[in-house]
């Protein structure tokens, strides 16, 4: 179980305010309108922003006051999630290695056996430059499969992907989630991505994010500010 | 075979100790002295083969190095030390009278410093190319009063000796007049450079026509590239002094070949290599051994110069007035 | 935390020898001794001087650094590689390639004469400035171009398909760009000009032209008035500090977001005026800072033959100091990539040579015979000296590494080293080995501390182009210049190839 206690993250301007728990295993979304504040969540629960006030718990333990490199959590971020002058092979590499050493023989076969898994096959001497921005999207989704942590966060990294592409990644996302029993995070503004994805939504609006209700119970009797929200993107 | 092996060794060993016991004598020069063109190396040469011992230059400053290590410093001589610097060389303590007899000094001036040894002189003057001055001022006034369009190029008297020379020329030829002298060669001085290099630099490039430098000069051209197109111009007025010297410091570890060097620096040996080997007059030489593009030189009549003392005491005026002057 | 603790060590030995060499004087002193009204003359008239050098060298280095950023031609790089040519020469030689062309029998005037129009005359504050900017324009012609290359084609290409004009560009792309680096490129050069010397004398005319190095001077070397040299020393760096606060103050920290890596196309600028207006800019930088090179080229390469085994073992002197100091400078800028390590580092362009070689032989006396010291001594100082440049040109580009890419390595996991050698020093091999070759080239070029660490058998090729000057032999002297000339340009552009070659893509 993830717990965000009583928990209160400085904004520029004001403080986000969670007191919510998600289990393993679910696919979460957070939806709102922009600047509610969902990258400060994901961004408070990765360890890169610090709690003013609250815990932050997984499992029974405080990760409140633990670096960002401590927290069993892997992050994809809106773009920069590869290195560009490094080959695929090389980059997924430091999620078995962070000591940054060559793949070996075993090391070669998990990259391969990921890449296959994201559709990316033969591709690991390729550099990302060379590939399309969804092909990238699944090179960083190999990755999390090989880092292989309880708890994925994504902070909107197929925002600007087509509707279909993005579709597809999605459904990657929801089998790299499955076969390693994380719970995953995800950060997005379209309902209709939360709508098909996920199995519970997280509404962040006007410095609270209100706990999590089941995707069908959310979208069949929405919170009056979501439906001002949806009302204003129309 | 053994035995061979030992005298082998035995002969390498002796070689060795005797390299180990040969003295070193520390001679701090000026930096242009140990250049193949300087006369660091001939120096080093001719001395070497009458003392049996090691001579080693360490080129760089004189006495703002010597000051700074005080009575631990390594020279045993020094040599290429200007006048202007005498006086807080002997006040230092750290230097010794030189025990060297100077009756065969041949300088234009008596001298008779028992510390500081002369080894050659030459005197300020103004260089320029008779082919673009076919006549040249005949006298300081005559320079003064030249059109504004003769340009001339100085060095500075707070960072070169020679600079400092000229101002202490214009206040032994101008005395309380010297500012006004000033005044009137202001317009002439295209610019005051740092150092002679520059200036000198500056006047072959032909920039400029004249240039302060040295009486002898012209020697190097005569002597080195068979040019008489360079001279100085002679002012019946008189020209400045300028002379290089050598002491011995009081804290020498090589006292004894110490004292021989300071008596080379007047022997006929080093007096004969100096003019071609430093481009300057020797200190103790008759005129009729000086090399052949020596005597052609022309050389003033009169000399001018201020003792240590005076000059101390006029030197930060005739600075400043050249300054004031100058910044008009 | 080891990398803390490296930047820490890196920063106090940074500190010890900017102001240690100080303190020695000063102790030895005894104290600050007071200054005379000439000195504050010298101090105004140097900070004018600096003052007008470095925005001239800023100012024009905008239109320059823009045209050859955005034209393609052929020989474009070789001129980016000579552009930098003025900065590494060493100053008599550039002064007299100045002068050659400036001067009353230069070429300028004998152009002016030729059209039977009036002469210039190079002496005076302008001939200060004019020699500065010559030094100086093709630093800050580079550090702009360096940026501008640095901007992701995504925002021209933006700019191009949202047709925004030449001052909404100017407003998007160049504003903030300029905002970015022309305060701290400024502040580099100000600093610079803060300890001329011996270009501020020659062609300053006289004793109008007094400058702070020159009084210390004329204290440390006629007067041995060390109390007044440390005086001005310290007064010296107090102003290259103040530069470099406001310089940090006004220069925000915004960049630019991570580039793809690919090749910058430009779509502005494709009109007739505009290629015309970056032609004129592009053509009248060459001449003027290639011109009087080429004076200088031509009155060595009689002098050539005249290099005799001394000049040629102080080259070989000269390139052993070059890569030691390479190295070292580059081994301490990387830790001090920062905005709190680019300040500190800023003393040490700051501080008088004569101060710094005095302080230095004053430390090392009591331990080690400061002529066995010469070289490597040499080395230390040349590397302190280069270390403000490779700041400059290295931090902006480190900010964006970790900017960009800072929390996609905590998120991995890596470790320092695995961070370093695949991330850092890829990323920044662009910036480090232009930042490379000009510190070999400074070290190359550069007199240091030599005139009290001298070794009569270990010169370096500078050295002996002065002692060739101070034996009369001027054409060897001009001929021992053209080599240097010639080695540093090679080192310089060996390092800076060698940087963008296959650079992290």
């Known amino acids: ?234 | 075979m053994r035995s061979l092996t030992f005298t082998v060794a035995a002969g390498c060993l002796s070689a060795g100790l005797a390299m180990a016991e040969t003295p070193v004598l520390t001679v701090y020069a000026p930096d242009y002295f140990v250049s193949e063109w300087g006369p660091g190396p001939k120096i080093e040469e001719l001395f070497e083969a009458r003392c049996a011992c090691d001579l080693q230059f360490k080129p760089g400053d004189l006495l703002p190095r010597i000051l700074l290590e005080g009575d631990r410093t390594e020279a045993d001589v020094v040599i290429g030390l200007n006048t202007d610097v005498t006086k807080k060389a002997r006040e230092s303590g750290l230097f010794a009278p030189h025990g060297v007899d100077l009756s065969p000094l041949t300088l234009p001036l008596e001298w008779t410093d028992e510390v500081f040894l002369p080894f050659n002189y030459g005197h300020t003057a103004f260089v320029y190319d008779t082919t673009r001055i076919d006549t040249p001022p005949a006298s300081f006034d005559a320079l003064l009063d030249a059109p504004d369009d003769l340009r001339l190029v100085i060095q500075d008297p707070r960072s070169s000796i020679s600079g400092l020379a000229l101002v202490l020329w214009v206040q032994a030829v101008y005395g309380d007049g010297a500012e006004a002298a000033w005044d009137k060669l202001a317009p002439k001085i295209v610019t005051a450079t740092k150092g002679w290099s520059e200036s000198y630099g500056m006047f072959t490039d032909g920039e400029v026509d004249m240039v302060l430098s040295y009486t002898t000069s012209p020697a190097y051209h005569i002597i080195a590239e068979g040019d008489e197109t360079k001279k100085a111009a002679i002012f019946p007025e008189g020209h400045y002094f300028m002379v290089e010297l050598a002491a011995k410091l009081a804290g020498t570890d090589q006292p004894e070949l110490a004292d021989q060097f300071m008596s080379f620096v007047l022997s006929e040996d080093f007096q004969g290599m100096i003019a071609t080997g430093n481009w300057s007059i020797p200190a103790a030489l008759s005129q009729d051994k000086w090399p052949e593009g020596f005597q052609k030189l022309d050389l003033p009549e009169k000399v001018l110069f201020y003792t240590e003392d005076e000059a101390a005491e006029l030197r930060a005026e005739a600075v400043e007035a050249w300054r004031r002057a100058l910044s008009r | 935390m080891a990398a803390r603790a490296l930047a820490v060590s890196a920063a106090l030995a940074l500190a010890f020898l900017t102001l240690g060499p100080v303190a020695v004087v000063l102790a030895r002193a005894g104290g600050f001794a007071t200054l005379g009204p000439g000195d504050w003359q010298a101090v105004r008239f140097t900070l004018w001087q600096a003052l007008l050098s470095a925005s001239f060298s800023v100012v024009l280095a905008v239109p320059v650094a823009k045209a050859l950023a955005r034209r393609r031609f052929v020989g474009r790089a070789l001129l980016v590689t000579l552009l930098g040519a003025p900065f590494i020469l060493p100053v008599i030689v550039a002064v007299m390639g100045l002068i050659a062309v400036f001067g009353q029998a230069g070429l300028v005037n004998a152009g002016l004469t030729a059209l039977g129009l009036p002469t210039i005359d190079i002496y005076g504050v302008h001939g200060v400035v004019l020699a500065h900017v010559f030094f100086n324009l093709p630093l800050a012609v580079r550090m702009l171009f360096s940026a501008w290359q640095a901007v992701p084609a995504e925002h021209f290409r933006l700019a191009a398909s949202l047709g925004l004009g030449v001052q909404a560009q100017w407003r998007v792309i160049d504003g903030p760009l300029m905002v970015r680096v022309l305060p701290g490129a400024f502040t580099v050069i100000f600093v610079i000009c803060l300890t001329s010397f011996a270009v501020a004398l020659t062609l300053g005319g006289g004793p109008r032209a007094t400058t702070v190095e020159l009084a210390i001077y004329q204290a440390m070397r006629f007067e041995f008035d060390l109390g007044r040299a440390a005086a001005l020393a310290v007064l010296q760096l107090a102003l290259a500090l103040a530069a470099g606060l406001v310089a940090l103050r006004v220069s925000g920290q915004s960049g630019f977001g991570a580039g793809r890596d690919r090749e910058v196309p430009r779509w502005d600028g494709q009109g007739a005026l505009p290629r015309l207006w970056d032609g004129a800019w592009i053509l009248l930088a060459a001449l003027f800072l290639l011109v009087p090179l080429l004076t200088a080229v031509m009155r060595g390469v009689p002098g050539l033959l005249l290099l005799g085994p001394d000049t040629l073992r102080a080259a070989g002197h000269s390139l052993m100091v070059a890569l030691g100091s390479t190295a070292l400078c580059m081994a301490w800028a990387l830790p001090l990539a920062s905005r709190r390590g680019e300040l500190l580092a800023l003393p040490a362009i700051a501080i008088s040579p004569l101060v710094l070689g005095t302080g230095l032989f004053l430390i090392v006396r009591p331990f080690m015979n400061p002529f066995d010291m010469a070289l490597p001594v040499t080395g230390l100082v040349n590397a302190l000296m280069a270390l403000p440049f490779a700041l400059r040109i290295l931090r902006p580009e480190a900010e964006t590494v970790v900017r960009d890419y800072g929390r996609l390595r905590t998120t991995l996991r890596m470790t320092p080293l695995a961070w370093l050698r695949l991330v850092w020093l890829p990323r920044l091999r662009r910036p480090m080995g232009f930042a490379a070759g000009l510190t070999a080239a400074l070290a190359m070029g550069d007199l240091g501390v030599i005139a009290l660490f001298a070794d009569p058998d270990r010169t370096t090729l500078p050295l002996q182009v002065y002692r060739l000057m101070g034996s009369y032999q001027m054409e060897a002297a001009a001929g021992a210049a053209l080599l240097l000339l010639m080695l540093s340009l090679s080192l310089f552009w060996l390092f800076d190839r060698g940087g963008r070659v296959n650079a992290a893509t």
Request: hydrophobic letters at 45%; aromatic letters at 4%; charged letters at 25%.
């Open chain 1, 1 to 234: 179980m993830l717990r965000l206690e009583d928990l209160q993250v400085a904004m520029d301007a004001s403080a986000l305010k969670v007191d919510l728990a998600l289990p393993p295993g679910r696919r979460v979304a957070l939806l709102g309108p922009s600047g509610a504040g969902k990258s400060t969540l994901l961004d408070a629960i990765a360890g890169f922003r610090v709690a003013t006030q609250g815990r932050i718990l997984w499992q029974g333990r405080d990760l409140t006051q633990s670096r960002p490199d401590a927290r069993p959590v892997s992050i994809l971020f809106q773009d920069s999630n590869l290195f560009p002058h490094l080959t695929l092979a090389r980059n997924l590499c430091l999620a078995l290695h962070p000591d940054g050493r060559r793949p070996d023989d075993e090391a070669n076969a998990r990259i391969e056996g990921a890449l296959r898994r994201v559709g990316l096959e033969g591709m690991a001497d390729r550099k990302p430059g060379t590939l399309s921005g969804g092909q990238q999207g699944r090179a960083a989704l190999a990755r999390v499969l090989l880092m292989a942590r309880p708890v994925i966060l994504l902070d909107e990294p197929f925002a600007a992907l087509g509707p279909a592409l993005k579709r597809e990644m999605l459904d990657l996302v929801r089998e790299v989630g499955e076969s390693l029993a994380a719970l995953v995070v995800m950060v997005t503004h379209d309902p209709r991505d939360a709508a098909g994805w996920a199995q519970d939504v997280v509404f962040v609006a006007e410095g609270v994010a209100h706990p999590p209700v089941p995707t069908d119970r959310f979208f069949g009797d929405p919170p009056q500010a979501f439906r001002d929200y949806i009302g204003e993107i129309g």
